[in-house]
């Protein structure tokens, strides 16, 4: 490999290592929110809170459902 080819390749090495540093800062931001959000301290617990959410989010839609249906039942009558 000439010269050419070595200032190339190591452009490239110190552009990786500019992406990798910036993606390392931006999941640490992105885990420090997470914490203060959502006081969740790992993404595993971040996935068990979604999964509770979402369930709860599954059980209101369904009462509103149930009770616009009794509503229109008892308006409507």
């Known amino acids: 490999m000439d010269e050419a ?3 190339k390749l190591k452009r ?3 552009e990786a290592k500019q992406q990798t540093s910036e993606l390392r800062g931006h999941q640490s931001a992105l885990m420090q929110q997470l914490k203060t959000d959502w006081k969740c ?3 595993e617990e971040a996935n068990k809170l979604m999964s509770k959410m979402n369930k709860e989010k599954t059980t209101f839609n369904t009462k509103i ?3 616009m249906e ?3 039942e008892r308006y409507n009558a």
């Open 70 to 72: 009794e509503l229109e």
């Open 41 to 43: 301290n790992t993404v």
């Open 65 to 67: 459902e149930e009770g």
């Open 12 to 14: 490239q090495i110190d």
């Open 5 to 7: 080819g070595l200032l």
